[in-house]
């Protein structure tokens, strides 16, 4: 194999392997939301935050950093406690324009 078809079988390569990755990131961020809330929900909550990040890892971050309108829980452990219903009312007034 030439170096030019060589290096473009990487590229293909390594792109399709990133491209796994990110589908692997959106499985591992729809099954956390699965423990919190509905399917139609996990579809909403997923398709929100990667939309405001860059990508899944990133949605995935979001999930774990202290939100200071929760008392700086992260969005898991104030789901943890019962408020699921309250994270997604939050995530529905940003995405309105409301204040974060």
Same mark, same amino acid.
């Given at each position: 194999?030439?170096?030019?078809?060589?290096?473009?079988?990487? /590229?293909?390569?390594?792109?399709?392997?990133?491209? %796994?990755?990110?589908?692997?990131?959106?499985?591992?961020?729809?099954? @956390? %939301?699965? %423990? *919190?809330?509905?399917?139609?929900? /996990?579809? *909403? /909550?997923?398709?929100?935050? !990667?939309?405001?990040?860059?990508?899944?890892?990133?949605? @995935?971050?979001?999930?774990?950093?202290?939100?200071?309108?929760?008392?700086?829980?992260?969005?898991?452990?104030?789901?943890?406690?019962?408020?699921?219903?309250?994270?997604?009312? *939050? %995530?529905?007034? !940003?995405?309105?324009?409301? *204040?974060?």
């Amino acid at each position: 194999m030439s170096a030019i078809m060589l290096h473009l079988h990487d /590229v293909g390569h390594m792109t399709l392997l990133r491209g %796994l990755n990110r589908m692997g990131d959106r499985f591992e961020l729809q099954k @956390l %939301l699965s %423990l *919190y809330y509905s399917k139609e929900e /996990v579809i *909403y /909550v997923s398709s929100l935050l !990667i939309s405001w990040s860059s990508n899944s890892q990133e949605a @995935l971050n979001w999930l774990n950093k202290p939100i200071p309108a929760f008392e700086h829980m992260t969005a898991i452990e104030a789901c943890e406690k019962g408020l699921s219903e309250h994270i997604l009312t *939050y %995530l529905k007034q !940003i995405e309105n324009g409301g *204040y974060a």
